[in-house]
């Protein structure tokens, strides 16, 4: 191994530490405090397209610098839970939950961002309550916020259409009737965690509905349940965006999502995730040993993978792909390599022209 090689690897463990360290200072502050005001050297805003508004009858058109979730062609970018195709139906340019179809979620995985989302409950009024057009937008797949056909329909208040489900009642009730279609322009700021998984900054929500303010960037205090308010448990920094089937048939359009904070689309594309997820990590877990290269150690914590490699304390890595793994705080790249069976037998660690490996998966 490399000298060079070597610093890199010291580097993987200290920067990762530096930068949890920093997690908790807001963008804007380091910013504020770079330039001098009305300074003409700081960099200006790129120019965006803001689209146009949805009206009841058609949906609006996104913001040029927006990712597309679903535009009323096909469901390319959703999945089923556990990363099979997703079974809703794709009808007239609308997403319609199918029940027993179980939860979508995105392909990609999302931090913080500015999420729109289109929906309709049932015209045929049928059920109470929480059994009446109900439906929710999870947030990291974790932070819901309630949808439900609330227009004339009395339920717990934290329960009904745009509250964060057992946690706040929206400010006022925004409700269009059944079958009219409804917005939810939400802005959301992922948990922070530091190593030992302890929350150093809550995630905070803020949601219109129907371009009525309704949750005033709350904050979030835990994982969103029935009947339970369960502590904040740490998960990766970008997780997906997910729809629920509580068996009734509600629709979805125009639903598109903007990173934040606002980068070009050339400089968002280098930090694209996928999120696998649960199971479907878990063939990459275990030990990697090629000849001259150190030990390479892969865990799953749930939802996340972590590297351990040359003495470092196990790092959480992250997917661009189902074979490329990054580190998110200093440049190294995690390249899987696959036999003719499809399984995982190897590893080569990438950090710009270096390598490390190919490493193979041992027994």
């Keep these: 191994m490399t000298k060079r090689l070597a610093c ?181 700021h992922r948990p922070h965690f530091d190593e030992e998984g302890k929350v150093v900054r809550s995630a905070r929500v803020t949601v219109l509905h129907n371009g009525v303010l309704v949750q005033d960037n709350v904050e979030i205090v835990g994982p969103t349940t029935w009947m339970n308010r369960p502590p904040y448990r740490p998960h990766p920094d970008k997780m997906p965006l997910a729809l629920q089937d509580h068996g009734n048939p509600v629709r979805f359009r125009n639903i598109w999502v903007r990173e934040l904070p606002a980068r070009p689309a050339a400089e968002r594309a280098k930090d694209t995730e996928v999120f696998l997820g649960g199971a479907l990590l878990e063939p990459y877990v275990g030990e990697y040993q090629g000849e001259g290269t150190p030990l390479i150690t892969v865990t799953r914590d749930r939802d996340q993978l972590f590297a351990t490699f040359a003495g470092n304390p196990a790092r959480p890595i992250f997917a661009h792909s189902e074979n490329q793994f990054f580190s998110k705080y200093i440049g190294i790249e995690f390249e899987f390599q696959r036999g003719a069976n499809g399984r995982v037998e190897g590893v080569i660690i990438k950090h710009g022209e270096d390598r490390i490996g190919p490493a193979k998966k041992q027994k």
């Design 8 to 188: 890199i690897l010291v580097a993987f463990s200290f920067l990762t530490g530096l930068y949890l360290q920093a997690a908790g200072e807001d963008d804007g502050a380091k910013a504020a405090r770079q330039f001098r005001i009305h300074d003409p050297a700081r960099p200006r805003p790129p120019i965006v397209d803001p689209g146009s508004a949805s009206t009841p009858q058609q949906p609006g058109k996104p913001p040029s610098d927006a990712v597309i979730l679903f535009d009323g062609r096909d469901v390319s970018n959703w999945r089923a839970m556990d990363g099979s195709p997703a079974k809703w139906v794709i009808k007239d340019g609308v997403m319609e939950s199918v029940k027993g179809s179980g939860y979508v979620r995105t392909l990609q995985a999302f931090g913080d961002c500015q999420l729109h989302v289109e929906w309709a409950t049932p015209a045929k009024v049928e059920g109470k309550s929480q059994g009446r057009g109900n439906s929710g937008v999870f947030l990291m797949n974790t932070y819901e916020v309630q949808v439900l056909d609330s227009f004339n329909n009395d339920t717990y208040p934290d329960g009904q259409a745009s509250a964060v489900y057992g946690q706040y009642p929206p400010q006022v009730n925004a409700s269009r009737g059944p079958a009219e279609w409804q917005t939810y322009d939400i802005v959301f």
